[in-house]
């Protein structure tokens, strides 16, 4: 019988946290973790194919058991496909929709020129992490998509804050990119050279 975290009712990135903290303690084996919601489900996975493990999904009565095994049948690390077309991995966080301090109409404009010409630029970064109010930028109605979908086109990792979009009750409406947890943002951040909006 595998392992049992039982991460159900947590909040991001508890669930990615603790499946990391018991993976990080052997050298291979089977866990089990359980979440209650599709985010966390997702978030999981996400690690567990960042780490090469391997994993099946069961729902059932409601609650997500994700199956995981460390040791066996490896994946090739997804850190070889890392798309650098520069020496380093460069990484832009948006921590908010508009760009900038002062009138609120002016920022939203200055945004929306910085993502069009980011999208036509030469150099342009490997993610793309949205926070807080930049989480509006991904939904829609969102005055940016296009620009956001040429760069995604161009290759750009686009993730989102799940506590961000649940925090302005906006997760339904997300258009572009993927929706990620606080861990795997650190994880990114501290391995990418950050510019942050």
Request: proline share 2%; charged share 25%; glycine share 8%.
């Amino acid at each position: 019988m595998s392992n049992i975290i039982n991460c159900k009712g947590m909040n991001c990135p508890l669930p990615v946290v603790n499946t990391k903290k018991y993976f990080d303690t052997i050298e291979k084996g089977i866990s089990t973790t359980i979440v209650d919601n599709e985010v966390a489900k997702n978030n999981i996975i996400k690690f567990v194919e960042n780490s090469g493990f391997k994993y099946e999904v069961e729902e059932r009565d409601g609650l997500y058991h994700i199956l995981i095994t460390k040791g066996e049948g490896i994946k090739e690390d997804k850190s070889s496909e890392v798309k650098e077309s520069n020496d380093e991995i460069f990484t832009i966080v948006v921590g908010s929709d508009k760009l900038g301090n002062g009138d609120d109409d002016l920022g939203i404009a200055l945004m929306k020129s910085y993502l069009f010409a980011l999208s036509e630029a030469e150099k342009i970064p490997n993610n793309l992490i949205f926070l807080n109010s930049g989480v509006k930028l991904v939904v829609e109605g969102s005055l940016v998509l296009d620009s956001l979908e040429k760069l995604q086109q161009r290759g750009v990792e686009i993730q989102s804050c799940g506590l961000c979009l649940d925090f302005y009750k906006i997760k339904d409406s997300l258009r572009i990119g993927e929706i990620t947890n606080m861990y795997a943002i650190i994880e990114i951040m501290n391995n990418s050279k950050t510019i942050k909006l």
